[in-house]
């Protein structure tokens, strides 16, 4: 198989590259860059005005495989991944059951190959049953293909537990990728602890439930001697703390998801309740007759994900520290849940949103279009790092490497629809954002698998 891609703008981060410029590719290789290069491929696209980058990798993705394929598939996660842009993908165990072992471990990986391009890796689960208890078999999941573990969806409480796995993941030369979460001081908490928690009648979650556990596990791997990543940073004290690290040379790395750069708690829609003012409620008293989520299906509720929507000045941090570095990566946290699982209000709903839809057209959107991050710059947080974080051969576009690549139209203005998506779930609060920028194509070992068509829109 050849395939041309003519005329893009290609960028590689490893290199610096960023030219108008050809790209040859044969039997999924990447054979030549250049331009005008002769076009003998039995493919080509033509890339005129838009980016030619390494194809995204998400390192931080809930596939809800093996245990929730309601709410997602390997297959369907691995599908809006390549519509996103993705080729490849770092899923997170806890799943049910949990990839604490090399037996689910081997059942991810192995379908993962069999039904989809995309590349899957899993992350192995620290504690047995992420029960907190027992560290797991760290060393045989790592023979067994994890690239990383991870207690996602809460921390490591015992701080013995993590220091016995940061020493243990320090010896096999893998990362600790880390929700950062103290539970004892979370409590009931929904939504970020400031005025918002009376406008909406919700209990709070403060920073410090964040920052107290990025400190203690940063001392902890500095110790250790341990590669930590930081997953989904929300505060700004967390950036400060990341800022610092890197001046002093340790092995920190972190993400952020395109909800805590472009949504604050401000943007928490209220109840449909609260805003009844019809004929049967002059007086706007609340009646609770009325369900959390609307007819039009807009819900409050795809605003409540862990850690919660910060305030401006948080979100202002977590852009600077994009920007200057300090922070490494854009990851999504795609957390697919059913309808079900996102209407029982507030209170009672799983936290979390899907994202591989939606986080290029929100990056670039959000970041490139103001002048935040670079064309160039976007390539190397959503592929360039993430690949050198996880310690994979991607992230790259040059001659003899595989050619994993994303197709991106900058000009392309629309409307996020969540009807068009291809994850089995649409939890988003970003249904109906205007934006700009799509992917056009994207292209693993060689292959177009995915390619944006107008009739998507009709759906």
Known sequence: MTLMI????VLDPATETDKIADVYVEDGIVKKIGTKLKDEARQTIDATGMYVMPGFIDMHVHLRDPGQTDKESIETGAAAAAKGG???????????????????????????????PVHVYQAGAVTVGMAGEALTDLADMAAHGA????????????????????HELARLD?????????KTLMGNGIINKDKNCERLGLPGIHNTVENVIA??????????????HLCHCSTKE????????????????????????????DDIPDAPWMQDTSANNMEGTPTLSASPMNREG???????????????????????????????CIATDHAPDTADDKNKGMREDTFGIVGLETAAALTYTELVEKKVLTPLQMAEKMSYNPAKILRLDAGVIAEGKDADLVIFDPNAAYTIDKQ????????TPFHGRPVKGRVAFTVIGGEVVYEYTEKETEK
């Open 147 to 166: 690239i990383a573990f991870s207690e996602d969806g809460k921390s490591v409480a015992s701080t013995k537990l993590c220091w016995d796995a940061l």
């Open 298 to 328: 807009f819900a409050m509720v795809n605003y409540k994900m862990n850690p919660p929507l910060r305030t401006k000045a948080d979100r202002d941090a977590l852009i600077e520290g994009l920007r200057d570095g300090s922070i490494d």
């Open 86 to 116: 993705y080729t490849t993908i770092l899923a997170m165990p806890n799943t049910k059951p949990v990839v604490d072992n090399s037996d689910v471990l081997s059942y991810v990986l192995n379908k993962g190959k069999s039904v989809t």
């Open 238 to 265: 967390v950036v400060d703390m990341l800022r610092l690290a890197k001046q002093q040379g340790h092995a920190l790395t972190a993400e952020v998801c395109p909800h805590h750069f472009t949504l604050t708690s």
């Open 6 to 9: 003519k005329g893009g703008r």
């Open 420 to 427: 068009t998506f291809v994850s089995k779930s649409k939890n």
């Open 215 to 228: 400190s203690r596990d940063y001392l902890l791997a500095v110790e250790a001697g341990a590669r930590l």
């Open 174 to 182: 893998l990362p600790l990728l880390d929700h950062c979460e103290e």
